[in-house]
């Protein structure tokens, strides 16, 4: 397989499988070989087995983190921290992507960056949307709400005020109403009163009523 070859299948694509370069006349091996030799001479990066990007400047776009993520672990979508920060419901960035799976947690380092995948029953696997993080590049995130709750099921201790107040929530990115009906469609005790004390205290900012 000849360089221009590749270009012409992935169509300029930020990543690919190299599953995709298997039908061919050239054999697996000779393939894997190849994509190996332009791994050495810096036209691909390996994100992990089998799933590369092209590097500048023969992408046409850069691969975004969101989208890897949803790619590395199927099903997954991207939640706690890391989605209320894209939703700008807490004011930090986040250095590594967060996401929540069905299936086995792990963190997976890659040159693109690390991601943390946490293990979700089934029963709460909802309360995300898909969406274009990039052109061509498509992935899921938490509502901000949902990403809240995520976030509270997952911490091992009880939901305080202090608690609460420390993620610095901004209080026009998060709809009460709708982390309440969350909480009950969730049904679950703690997440109720999670959200619940997490309504009174955005409304209570709102009025400017919170004090230390």
């Keep these: 397989m000849k360089w221009h070859n590749l270009l012409g299948i992935v169509e300029g694509a930020p990543f690919f499988e190299s599953s995709m370069l298997l039908a061919g006349r050239d054999s697996p091996g000779e393939v894997r070989r190849q994509i190996s030799r332009w791994v050495a001479a810096g036209r691909l990066v390996q994100i992990r087995r089998g799933l590369y990007a092209l590097r500048p400047p023969f992408a046409r ?36 992507v967060t996401s929540v799976t069905t299936g086995r947690p792990g963190r997976v380092e890659t040159p693109l960056g690390t991601f943390i995948y946490r293990h979700l029953h089934r029963n709460l696997f909802w309360g995300y949307r898909e969406i274009e993080i990039g052109p061509g590049q498509r992935t899921y995130v938490a509502f901000s709400e949902k990403a809240l709750l995520d976030l509270f099921h997952l911490f091992a201790g009880s939901i305080r005020r202090s608690f609460v107040r420390e993620l610095r929530l901004s209080h026009g990115h998060v709809d009460t109403d709708r982390l309440l009906q969350f909480a009950r469609r969730a049904a679950k005790p703690k997440l109720i009163e999670a959200a619940a004390l997490t309504a009174d205290f955005l409304r209570q900012e709102r009025r400017g009523e919170v004090t230390l």
């Design 61 to 96: 776009d850069s691969p975004m983190v969101f989208a890897v993520a949803a790619i590395l672990r199927r099903p997954s979508y991207v939640s706690l921290e890391s989605a209320l920060a894209y939703h700008g419901a807490i004011p930090e960035s986040v250095p590594v």
